[in-house]
C-alpha cells in the first residue's frame, strides 16, 4: 500500500514537498509514480521515480518545476513541487508501477493507489 501525504493549501508561487509512504513487501516495488486530478478532470500523470535506480520522468507540466526523490531507508518517495500555479491544486496520489515500461503516464499501469493528499493553490 502506498499513502501520499504532505499537501495544504499554499499561495501561488509557493513550494511544498509531498511524501509517498511505501509499506508491504518493498522487495517487490518496481517504480512509484505521482498523479494528480483536479475536480472535475481525469487523474493525470505527474511524475515517476524509480524504486531500484535513478531514473525519473516528467509530465511536461512538471518538468520544470516538480521533482521527484526517493530515500529506499525511510521506504518514501518524495514529489517537490516549487513556483506553485493555481492549476496545480489536486488531490494528488501516489501509486506503484506494475507495467511493462511501454507507457509510465499509463493510469492503469499502476496499483495499490492510497487515498491521496489534497493541494489546493490560492491566487
Known amino acids: 500500500q502506498l499513502q501520499a501525504c504532505g499537501g495544504g493549501l499554499v499561495r501561488t508561487g509557493d513550494s511544498l514537498r509531498l511524501s509517498c509512504a511505501v509499506s508491504?513487501?518493498?522487495?517487490?516495488?518496481?517504480?512509484v509514480g505521482w498523479f494528480r486530478q483536479a475536480p472535475g478532470k481525469e487523474r493525470e500523470f505527474v511524475a515517476f521515480?524509480?524504486?531500484?535506480?535513478?531514473?525519473?520522468y516528467y509530465a511536461d507540466s512538471a518538468l520544470v518545476r516538480f521533482t521527484v526523490s526517493r530515500d529506499n531507508a525511510k521506504n518514501t518517495v518524495y514529489l517537490q513541487m516549487n513556483s506553485l500555479k493555481p492549476e496545480d491544486t489536486a488531490v494528488y496520489y501516489c501509486?506503484?508501477?506494475?507495467?511493462?515500461?511501454?507507457?509510465?503516464?499509463?493510469?492503469?499501469?499502476?496499483?495499490?493507489w492510497g487515498p491521496g493528499t489534497l493541494v489546493t493553490v490560492s491566487s
Open positions: 508491504g513487501r518493498t522487495s517487490s516495488m518496481y517504480a
Open positions: 501509486a506503484a508501477y506494475r507495467g511493462d515500461n511501454s507507457n509510465l503516464k499509463n493510469v492503469h499501469e499502476y496499483a495499490s
Open positions: 521515480m524509480s524504486w531500484i535506480s535513478t531514473r525519473t
